[in-house]
């Protein structure tokens, strides 16, 4: 049974740091592309980031360019989210993604 878990997230202040991460059970986690993506409220889903199953090559949304960087552990089965100079606009459920598997999510809040 494919299982992702969110955690990691919080409140923090504008301009704070947050490292979500993503626990990855049920699959060849090594074998598979992952992406972050977030839900600011009331709004729809968005594509935040994605990383290919080496970790070698990944992307990011032009609003977290800079910002944002997406890496992880295989040997874990981790996936991570390393957030930095955070905006209010980053606020949102945070959630990891592979094939048509979702996690529940984490909530970030940037708020001072």
């Known amino acids: 049974q494919v299982q992702l878990v969110e955690s990691g997230g919080g409140l923090v202040q504008p301009g704070g740091s947050l490292r979500l991460s993503c626990a990855a059970s049920?699959?060849?986690?090594?074998?598979?592309?992952m992406r972050w993506y977030r839900q600011p409220p009331g709004l729809d889903r968005e594509w935040v980031a994605t990383i290919t199953d080496t970790g070698d090559i990944w992307n990011l949304t032009p609003s977290v360019v800079g910002r944002f960087r997406i890496s992880r552990d295989n040997a874990k089965n981790r996936l991570y989210l390393e957030m930095n100079n955070l905006k209010p606009e980053d606020t949102a459920v945070y959630s990891c993604n592979t094939q048509e598997y979702w996690g529940k999510g984490t909530l970030v809040i940037v708020s001072s």
């Open positions: 049920g699959f060849a986690f090594g074998s598979y592309g």
